[in-house]
């Protein structure tokens, strides 16, 4: 049955405006491998466009998209959440525009965007709550009901456990991204020209792990049960891998400015905690119960990139414990590229239908896009393997990096055009 369109302008907005911006970085990408002569100029737009345009925009929008329907509260001002997508997507602008003219004054204007962003998010939240607690929760009852798809992400007494990890999870993570975005704002007046200096790699491990990788993880903990229909996960087992992730996240910043040599054994601390969150949860999903009647299951493609992401989990989490580096092209795409961007394919293939309207994408047009994006991935990973790891570099890096790339940008492409296009078409589920 065709449903109503209930997730609001808001949270279509902040969406619609991350597909944008991924297209763009996606396409960058791709460019970049096939064309290795472009990296310079390309390379730090598409790391500024891609995890604050693309991974942070779906975080802001994802949130105010289930927020009423998890928690029944509403944030009380509508404009504040439309001066909150301003700033963020005019610091993302401003940032990309700065670079392409060596303008550190534009520079500074667009990271004091980026670091008042998530403020105004943090104030929009809590006003939320502020405000729900005063008049009571109010669900949307009527759409909660007539949707299938949403009907599973209702409060649960069975989930309460995991819930609170993952709330806590989120809370956190977004105390470590404005950390670590006014660290590199304020950084930025103590030098010239578009490059903050010195300290500003622990500021990228906690934007990156903390804030990309801690949210990535706490709304998967939400999710997952109820999308893939596994039993609850272990909330205690679930808070102790929690509890490492950050710990070590913070570690690993503050070894970097402190003293770098801790490195060895720092990186090893997070990539223990990497192994052990992927593992937690590919287990759970193994557990998934096929029969369960209340959740409906995700489609199988969906169930695919779930499991992907999670191998990309530990992958990365072996690559840290062997002595990588967690800013090397490497790790920094087994994060963003093949863990947080593949669940939210898995994630997407779950959700966008009831956020555009009831859409749903054919089953062929979905496994073509999900193979291109997981095996490019796989090559790229190959070829940034090769440049990172010592005796690794007889891999023939170009051909892989340009062909991986070229795929996993032609994947993201895919996934982002289907539901504008399927939308336009007027295919309902
Ligand atoms: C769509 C597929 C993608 C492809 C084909 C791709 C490809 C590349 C390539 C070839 C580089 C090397 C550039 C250089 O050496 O300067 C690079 C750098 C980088 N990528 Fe990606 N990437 C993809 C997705 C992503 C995603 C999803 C993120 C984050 C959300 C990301 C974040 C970064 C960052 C932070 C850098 C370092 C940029 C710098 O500081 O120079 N990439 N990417």
Redesign the pocket.
Known sequence: MAQSRPISSLSKVFITTAFIN?LI??FF??W??SSPST??L???L??EI??FG??TMMIYGMTYAVLALSTGFRPPRAEVGWIHWIVAELGVVLIVVSIMLNSSTMFRIGLGLQAIAPVIFLGNLLSAVISGKKSGRNFPQDMMSQSQTLNPLKRSDTLQGSDRVGQRGTDVSLMLFLVGVWWIWIQSFFHTGVNPGLGADAAKVLIYYGW?GGTVWSVGLHLMPRQASTGHINAKAASFGQVAWFAAVVIQAVGMIVNPSWQGITGRLLGIAAVYQGLLFLYSLSSRNAKSADRPLFPKWSHTAWSAALVFEVLLGIFLLIGLDPLS?LS??LL??GF??SLLYGVGYGLFPWFFGGVKPAGAYAWTQIFCSLFGFIL?GVAFAGFAIPGWNSIPTSPL?AVG?FL??IG?ILFLVEWPFLLLRGVKE
């Open positions: 991924f970085g996606a990408g791709g970049m491998s990296m310079a390309l390379g730090p598409h790391g891609n995890p693309w991974l990309i092209l920094m795409h963003f590229l947080a961007t790229m990096l790339g996993a940008a993201a």
